[in-house]
Each structure stands twice: as C-alpha cells, then as structure tokens.
C-alpha cells in the first residue's frame, strides 16, 4: 500500500511538472503554430535562476517568482527575435528554435558555469508527513498543489475571461480573429510570454525535487512534454493536463513494476493514441 | 465624418479607383471603379469566376491590389490590414462559413462584442463588464433569430444557423459598412427566406451601408438600391435595379438563359 501512494505521488508530481511545461508548448503551438524546440532552455533557465534566487535571497517565495518573470522576459525576446520572422514556416521554426535551445543552454553554462548545481529544498517544505503508516513527502505534496493550482487558473482565464475568450478562438481560427479587428500578433506575443512562464516554474520547481541542476536538464523533460502534446491534443490544456498526469503516473509505475519498459512506455502510448484518434485524445484542431 | 452634405464626395462611403489586380498572367479584377453610397444597398452581381470575391477581398484588405486604390469614408486604405479596416467600420462576411467551431453561439458573438468595445487585451474582466457583454450579444443573436440557440456549440449548428450567427458576429461589430459574400451559398431552398428576412432587418434599420455578393440576380433585386454587374473581372453595368434589367451588355453577356425569367418576374 505505501509503495503503491508513494508511486502515485512521484507519478503525480512529475505528472504536474511536466504539465507546467506542456501547457505553454501546446497553448502556443496551438495558437501560432509554432513547434517551440527552445521551451526547454526555458526550463533550464527557470530552474537556474530559482536556485540563483534563492541562494541570493533565501526566500524560496521570491525564487519562484523571480523565476518566473526571468522566463517571461527571455519569452519575449524570444519571440520578438527569433520567432516573429519565421511565422507559418515550419522547417525555418524547428531550425530556429532548436538553434536559441542550443544557446540558452549554453549561455547557462557561461553564467553559472559547465559544472551541475546542487539545488536545496527550502526547510518549510522539507521533510515527509507520516499518515497512518504512509510516508508522504513534503515537497511533491507542494509540486501537485502548484500544478493544480495553475491547471484551474489557466481554466478559469480561458473559459472565463476576454483574452482567453480571444486564445481560445484563436486556436481554432486565427485569420477570423484577426477579421474581427483583434490584434492577433500581441495575443501571440502573450501567449508565448505566459509559456514560457510556466516553463521557467516547471524548472524552478523540479530543482529541489531533483537536488541537481544542469545545463541540458530541459531536453528530457522537452521531450516528454512533447509527447503529452501530441497525446492530449494540440492547443488543449484539458489534454495536455490529463496526458502529463498519465505519463507521469506511467512513468513511476513501470519505473518500479517493468523497469526495461519504462522508456519505451510512454513512445508506446503516444503510438497507440495516433494510431486511434491522430487529432489526441482532446485535440481542439481537426 | 465632417456633417456637411454638400459636397458629393461626402455620401460615398466606399469608393475604388483602377482597381486592379493580377495574379501571374491572370488579370482577376481589372480597372473597376466603384462607388458605393452611404446607407445604401449595393449588389455586386456576376457568374461565377467574374471576380467578385477577389473584389471583396481588394476592399477588406485580405489581397493588395496590384494597382488602384481603395477610398473608405473619405481616406485611403489601400495599405491597411484587414483588422485595422476592421476597426475604421468595415465588416465582411465569408463564402466559406467562418464562425469559432468549440465556441458556443453566445461565446462567438461576444467575441465581436469584446472586440468592437475596444476592451481586447485586459487579462481581468469585472463581472459587470462581462455580463454587459453577454447582454450584447444576445441582443445581436435574437436580431438574426437564433436567441434560442445561445449555449450550443457552433458546430452542431445547421448550415443556415451558422450563416446566421456569422451575420450577428458581424453585427455586434457595429460596422458602418457590411460586405456580405454570398449569404445564402449552400443554404437549403427553406432556410433561404429567413436569411433574406434577417438582411432585409438591417437594411430597414437605416444605418449601415451592405455591399453584397450574389450570382443569382432575382435573390437580390427587390432589396438592392444599386446593383453593379463584373464580368470577367470588369465592371459592366452599374445603376439602379430596372435600369441593369434592361440593360442589353448585360442582357447578352451575363443574363444569358436566366434573362427569360428575370424578364417576367420584374416586367410587371
């Protein structure tokens, strides 16, 4: 029993942090059709600067935040540099992304140095609560709390206010949007800001949960989202958080169960949705 | 917006010069100068393939004219996008049905809604603002009849549904000016008179100039004030209704086998 909640929670947490980074990717690729390659680097770059952070200011409060708008600011660079050239060209767009990918996570490597860094859970977040013989850890306790909380608030700004009105439209149509007399550009740029936001969270929060940071960190975890992506439906939040919580939770299962199948679970189980339903299983686009 | 009518420029809300526009060797629309008037209803007629589309999108923005140019209200527009035309008070209609599929009825118009009170970017909205909104564009939903259909999903609407919410989408932009592309293409024989009805609604409110596209003359003769014939992407006639019918260019080139029938539903 308690190995069976304490998979469920790993599961879960990674579940959680790989939906903060899905979430972003599958908003703006839903929106501008961008197949963003750098949201990685973004991760890593969350992850670094909360450390940073939180050494600097011994809040971890701060940290995350500060991570957060380090990720916002660098999506907006991002965007008006990289991306705004090469909209509705595909092969332009993975060239280029993958190129900023390669070099923020080298500009990691020059600021903070080649070397991983240890990364400390904060002491109010520490520890494990022991109910009725169950362990449970403190700090993926936390992590499934954020990702919840995220996952209602980018709900409630989607189905209930005017930009999210304006995204969600978008998704489905952006030339109406635009013949509506809406600036879709400045909506793109958002977007992407708010991506990279929850990138940047996603890393500041995997930090402590994984102890060590490093300069390629976001590629496994890009990867994965990716995958979520695909299998929840391009440009659906709904998908891309069911999907994150069912590769995560199948991740920590066969981990502990099948282990020699653990890295192929998830290529399997993207295969099996394609091969079913090619659109994801909440894909919002035909 | 000066007030003054005296000056006969004044009263024409739409107006193209040599608009022209070639695509490869293909001269789609060629040297049609247009004028349309305030608060009237101009018809643009022709067969298909005459160029009419490719005009509408001249004057929305979506294609730039290879030469020509397009005056609205009174100032050039010929470099603007379509959203920015949006905004100065043109609104268009698609052939291809173009409304939010995932989106309800009601979500689609307050969309238009939002977009025309300017309020585009707030992350936050109060809740009064929002339900003001709502209010909106429920008034717009009942003006082409579908106030009964506020919560359904755009894409379990029928084909005449989707036209007609189309029709309040573009309404609740509150447009000065509306150019309507084939309204009633690929409705159902029934479902025809009701879009008719809901035109004919804003034509009588007085207040909005329709410039609209349609290649069956006798759908729009009784609701049109002016109607301009394209042929093969010239303008051939332009004039009032019973001048066009007795028009013989436009008897031989356009009317061909429909002249017959046209002829005894407007001869008496």
Redesign the interface.
Same mark, same amino acid.
């Given at each position: 029993m308690n190995g069976i909640i304490n998979l469920l929670v790993n599961g879960l947490a990674t579940g959680m942090l790989i939906f903060l980074l899905a979430s972003g990717l599958t908003l703006i690729f839903g929106l501008m059709s961008v197949l963003n390659f750098a949201h990685g680097g973004l991760f890593a770059w969350g992850a670094y600067g909360g450390v940073w952070l939180y050494a600097a200011t011994g809040s971890f409060f701060v940290a995350i935040l500060g991570a957060v708008v380090i990720g916002m600011l660098l999506g907006l660079v991002l965007e008006r540099l990289v991306i705004r050239p090469v909209y509705g060209n595909h092969i332009q767009q993975i060239l280029v992304t993958l190129g900023a990918m390669l070099v923020l996570s080298e500009l990691l490597k020059v600021v903070f140095g080649p070397n991983p860094l240890k990364a400390d859970v904060p002491p109010l977040l520490n520890g494990s609560w022991e109910v009725e013989g169950v362990i449970l850890i403190k700090y993926r306790l936390f992590i499934i709390c954020i990702g919840a909380i995220v996952f209602a608030g980018l709900l409630f700004v989607l189905k209930r206010t005017k930009i999210g009105l304006i995204v969600r439209a978008g998704v489905m149509n952006p030339e109406m949007v635009q013949a509506l007399g809406i600036p879709i550009r400045r909506v793109f740029t958002l977007v992407f800001m708010a991506g990279a936001g929850l990138a940047a969270l996603g890393g500041a929060l995997l930090a402590p949960y994984s102890g060590v940071i490093f300069a390629e960190m976001g590629m496994q975890f890009a990867i994965l989202a990716f995958i979520v992506v695909v299998i929840g439906g391009m440009g659906s939040i709904q998908g891309s958080a069911f999907a994150a919580l069912l590769v995560g939770l199948s991740g920590a299962f066969m981990a502990y169960y099948v282990p020699e199948l653990s890295l192929a679970a998830n290529m399997l189980l993207m295969v099996i949705v394609l091969l079913i339903k090619p659109s994801g299983l909440f894909g919002a686009k035909g | 917006m000066s007030g003054r009518r005296t000056d006969q420029a004044d009263d024409m809300i739409l107006e193209t010069e040599g608009l022209t526009i070639a695509f490869g060797g293909h001269v789609a629309v060629q040297e049609v100068s247009l004028k349309v008037e305030r608060n009237r209803f101009k018809s643009i007629i022709g067969p298909n393939g005459a160029g009419k589309t490719t005009l509408f999108n001249l004057l929305?923005g979506q294609l730039r004219p290879t030469a020509g140019y397009v005056r609205f209200k009174g100032k050039d527009i010929t470099p603007l996008? *379509?959203?920015q035309r949006? /905004?100065l008070g043109m609104g /268009?209609s !698609?052939q291809i049905t %173009?409304v !939010? *599929? %995932? @989106?309800t009825v009601l979500? %689609?118009v /307050? @969309?238009?809604v $939002?977009? $025309?009170q300017g309020? /585009?970017? %707030?992350? #936050?909205?109060s809740a009064k603002a #929002?339900r003001r !909104?709502e209010e909106e564009a429920k008034h717009w939903l009942d003006m082409v009849l579908l106030g009964n259909r506020i919560g359904v999903m755009a894409n379990y609407l029928a084909h005449g549904e989707k036209r007609k919410l189309e029709l309040a989408?573009l309404l609740a @932009?509150q447009p000065d000016l509306l150019l309507l592309d084939e309204p009633t293409a690929g409705i159902s024989i029934e479902e025809v008179p009701a879009i008719l009805e809901v035109i004919r609604k804003v034509k009588e409110a007085g207040n909005r100039t329709i410039v609209l596209i349609e290649h069956k003359m006798d759908m729009v003769l009784d609701l049109s004030d002016s109607i301009a014939v394209l042929f093969n992407g010239k303008l051939l006639a332009d004039g009032r209704p019973e001048d066009i019918m007795n028009n013989e260019t436009v008897q031989a080139a356009y009317l061909g086998g429909l002249y017959d029938d046209a002829v005894a539903s407007a001869g008496d």
């Amino acid at each position: 029993m308690n190995g069976i909640i304490n998979l469920l929670v790993n599961g879960l947490a990674t579940g959680m942090l790989i939906f903060l980074l899905a979430s972003g990717l599958t908003l703006i690729f839903g929106l501008m059709s961008v197949l963003n390659f750098a949201h990685g680097g973004l991760f890593a770059w969350g992850a670094y600067g909360g450390v940073w952070l939180y050494a600097a200011t011994g809040s971890f409060f701060v940290a995350i935040l500060g991570a957060v708008v380090i990720g916002m600011l660098l999506g907006l660079v991002l965007e008006r540099l990289v991306i705004r050239p090469v909209y509705g060209n595909h092969i332009q767009q993975i060239l280029v992304t993958l190129g900023a990918m390669l070099v923020l996570s080298e500009l990691l490597k020059v600021v903070f140095g080649p070397n991983p860094l240890k990364a400390d859970v904060p002491p109010l977040l520490n520890g494990s609560w022991e109910v009725e013989g169950v362990i449970l850890i403190k700090y993926r306790l936390f992590i499934i709390c954020i990702g919840a909380i995220v996952f209602a608030g980018l709900l409630f700004v989607l189905k209930r206010t005017k930009i999210g009105l304006i995204v969600r439209a978008g998704v489905m149509n952006p030339e109406m949007v635009q013949a509506l007399g809406i600036p879709i550009r400045r909506v793109f740029t958002l977007v992407f800001m708010a991506g990279a936001g929850l990138a940047a969270l996603g890393g500041a929060l995997l930090a402590p949960y994984s102890g060590v940071i490093f300069a390629e960190m976001g590629m496994q975890f890009a990867i994965l989202a990716f995958i979520v992506v695909v299998i929840g439906g391009m440009g659906s939040i709904q998908g891309s958080a069911f999907a994150a919580l069912l590769v995560g939770l199948s991740g920590a299962f066969m981990a502990y169960y099948v282990p020699e199948l653990s890295l192929a679970a998830n290529m399997l189980l993207m295969v099996i949705v394609l091969l079913i339903k090619p659109s994801g299983l909440f894909g919002a686009k035909g | 917006m000066s007030g003054r009518r005296t000056d006969q420029a004044d009263d024409m809300i739409l107006e193209t010069e040599g608009l022209t526009i070639a695509f490869g060797g293909h001269v789609a629309v060629q040297e049609v100068s247009l004028k349309v008037e305030r608060n009237r209803f101009k018809s643009i007629i022709g067969p298909n393939g005459a160029g009419k589309t490719t005009l509408f999108n001249l004057l929305s923005g979506q294609l730039r004219p290879t030469a020509g140019y397009v005056r609205f209200k009174g100032k050039d527009i010929t470099p603007l996008a *379509p959203f920015q035309r949006t /905004r100065l008070g043109m609104g /268009r209609s !698609f052939q291809i049905t %173009n409304v !939010f *599929p %995932n @989106l309800t009825v009601l979500e %689609n118009v /307050r @969309l238009a809604v $939002q977009s $025309q009170q300017g309020v /585009r970017l %707030n992350w #936050y909205a109060s809740a009064k603002a #929002y339900r003001r !909104f709502e209010e909106e564009a429920k008034h717009w939903l009942d003006m082409v009849l579908l106030g009964n259909r506020i919560g359904v999903m755009a894409n379990y609407l029928a084909h005449g549904e989707k036209r007609k919410l189309e029709l309040a989408m573009l309404l609740a @932009l509150q447009p000065d000016l509306l150019l309507l592309d084939e309204p009633t293409a690929g409705i159902s024989i029934e479902e025809v008179p009701a879009i008719l009805e809901v035109i004919r609604k804003v034509k009588e409110a007085g207040n909005r100039t329709i410039v609209l596209i349609e290649h069956k003359m006798d759908m729009v003769l009784d609701l049109s004030d002016s109607i301009a014939v394209l042929f093969n992407g010239k303008l051939l006639a332009d004039g009032r209704p019973e001048d066009i019918m007795n028009n013989e260019t436009v008897q031989a080139a356009y009317l061909g086998g429909l002249y017959d029938d046209a002829v005894a539903s407007a001869g008496d």
